[in-house]
């Protein structure tokens, strides 16, 4: 079959890594995107407010599913846990992710008074998004195997194609529940093919499941678990706090007003994410200096995307957002600036991660990323109260700063423990 060939193609792996890697991530990051600015023309600003909170909630989940155990995964070397392993005990994530959905949907409607409808979608979106969380063992595996551009090419297509057939379905039937079904259900079918598809390619060993292991992969990674959580929970933090406190209309307007904070992170992403495989060669190696070169390059790079994204939008982010999204969003502009400046510190952060697993101490970011949600848990309604959609852009930024700060320290620690072991 031609995209079976086309899924396996190894002449340039390197080359297609970065390219597929930057089209999937990019597909990813607008997914959201895409579908709200399709969803806003076709059934108005309501609906696309229910949207805006059912998608933060389901990727809130899906650190759950996830478990945080990508950078861990790629960066197991030394082959410390199976691929056997790592699949089920994505599976027991992924059961717990749909539970503590539906057990915390039910609370929220209940606490909120929110509709059926405004139910069930989001109790979908978050069946929509475990996919996600499937998809990203094997991907981890291939990965880990030098192969991130096999992975890349299956979630391009994946992605690609559902978005294209959840905008014909709000077209065609005008009802978010009914489109996001028919999505979910194509979604999973479009990853099952791919899989069965690709997987035969690498040496899987074939062993039966150890629990054991799969459990001890879980106390392991379980900080990993905890942070991505809490972080996820952190950076929606004010959609949480607008969702309870003022309307669906302006939680609309915000998540318009918040799409461009992503883009930084995205960014970084395309340079970064094919860098992990010889980063971790690199800490493995004991090459600390050649590691730590390469991490503050990559800040620096990230600084420089967040300043130019910042210039972007002040020049041309309010008319483009307006005209996306069908909604005159120029009372935000000063909101809109420092919720970038929040996304330059969301991508340093999630830089930062990433570079502190692999040194492993991801015990030590559940600790960051714990004291950062407590402010927010405390702080977010009031401040969001008091100021409405300003309090929300100066909350998210506040949050992300003190994580940068915290994850700086923590991986400065890291490395001169490191160099006094050499």
Same mark, same amino acid.
């Given at each position: 079959m031609k995209i079976k060939a086309f899924l396996l193609k190894d002449q340039k792996i390197e080359r297609d890594s970065f390219i597929w890697n930057m089209a999937g991530s990019m597909l990813m990051a607008f997914q959201s995107v895409i579908m709200l600015m399709i969803l806003t023309r076709?059934?108005?600003l309501k609906d696309a407010g229910i949207f805006t909170i059912a998608y933060a909630n389901a990727n809130l989940f899906l650190t759950v599913g996830k478990y945080g155990m990508r950078y861990f995964q790629i960066s197991d070397m030394k082959g410390q846990f199976s691929f056997v392993n790592y699949r089920m005990s994505r599976v027991v994530s992924s059961l717990a992710m749909m539970v503590t959905a539906v057990l915390y949907t039910a609370y929220a409607a209940m606490s909120n008074g929110y509709s059926a409808e405004k139910t069930q979608v989001i109790v979908w979106m978050c069946l929509f998004k475990v996919v996600d969380a499937v998809e990203d063992v094997y991907h981890g595996f291939y990965?880990?195997?030098n192969r991130l551009d096999v992975g890349s090419k299956c979630m391009t297509l994946r992605i690609g194609i559902t978005i294209v057939v959840y905008g014909m379905g709000l077209i065609v039937f005008r009802n978010q529940l009914v489109s996001l079904m028919i999505a979910t259900v194509l979604t999973t079918g479009l990853f099952v093919l791919f899989t069965k598809w690709t997987i035969g390619a690498f040496d899987v060993v074939k062993?039966?499941?150890d629990w054991k292991q799969v459990f001890a992969l879980l106390k392991v990674c379980f900080p990993l678990f905890a942070g991505a959580f809490l972080s996820f929970y952190i950076g929606n933090a004010p959609k949480?706090?607008?969702?309870?406190m003022l309307t669906d209309e302006l939680q609309a307007c915000y998540g318009f007003i918040a799409m461009p904070v992503f883009v930084i992170g995205l960014l970084n992403n395309f340079i970064f994410n094919p860098m992990l495989y010889k980063l971790s060669m690199m800490w493995n190696d004991g090459r600390v200096g050649q590691f730590v070169r390469k991490i503050l390059l990559q800040s620096l790079i990230v600084a420089g995307i967040t300043l130019v994204c910042i210039i972007g939008a002040f020049l041309l982010g309010v008319p483009v957002l307006s005209w996306l999204y069908n909604t005159d969003l120029a009372p935000y502009k000063a909101e809109l600036?420092?919720?970038l400046l929040g996304g330059g510190f969301l991508g340093l952060s999630g830089l930062l991660n990433a570079?502190?697993?692999?040194?492993r101490y991801q015990k030590s970011l559940m600790w960051g990323y714990a004291v950062v949600a407590l402010l927010a848990l405390v702080c977010s309604n009031r401040i969001v109260g008091m100021y409405? !959609? !300003?309090g929300a852009a100066v909350l998210y930024t506040l949050l992300m700063a003190i994580l940068c700060v915290i994850f700086v320290g923590l991986f400065a620690y890291g490395? !001169?423990?490191q160099k006094k072991t050499l």
């Open positions: 076709t059934l108005g990965q880990n195997q062993e039966k499941v949480y706090a607008i969702d309870a600036l420092l919720l570079v502190i697993t692999i040194i409405g !959609m !300003m490395v !001169m423990k």
